[in-house]
């Protein structure tokens, strides 16, 4: 299946939950210095 690059109402990739933690874990430590990586196969697809 072919996923459209470009934004969608729908979360084809079931990311929602990762991106819930991320923003609760911006709020939680707003006055803390915090790194957040994101590391993922950018635009690799296999066929």
Not at 10 to 34: G, P, Q
Request: hydrophobic share 45%; aromatic share 8%.
């Amino acid at each position: 299946m072919l996923i459209p690059d470009h934004e969608t109402a729908v979360d084809f990739l079931n990311y929602e939950a990762i991106s819930r933690t991320v923003v609760e874990l911006l709020k939680d430590n707003r006055k803390r210095a915090l790194t957040v990586g994101i590391h993922g196969d950018w635009g690799n697809q296999v066929f």
